[in-house]
């Protein structure tokens, strides 16, 4: 199991409000969460997957989940 977690703390400034501090996210990559692994099967056979979900950013009103990968 593995992943990224994707924030940051932006200052913006010049605005009408003056400035504003917040916590923000999908400031890189996207936050992430994945597992991958592999398993012998016998007789010299393995099997592997990864599956990897990402968040991708809020664009139209909230937060979506993709899969990023799976074998």
């Not at 593995?2 to 400034?13: K, P, S």
């Not at 992430?32 to 968040?55: D, P, T, V, Y």
């Amino acid at each position: 199991m593995y992943g990224l977690l994707d924030t940051a703390i932006v200052q913006e400034g010049g605005g009408v409000n003056g400035s504003l501090t917040k916590v923000t996210s999908a400031v890189g990559a996207g936050s992430r969460l994945g597992f991958k692994g592999s398993k012998e099967l016998g007789g010299g056979l393995s099997a592997i997957f990864l599956c990897e979900l990402r968040r991708l950013p809020a664009a139209a009103g909230g937060a979506r989940y993709a899969t990023a990968a799976r074998r």
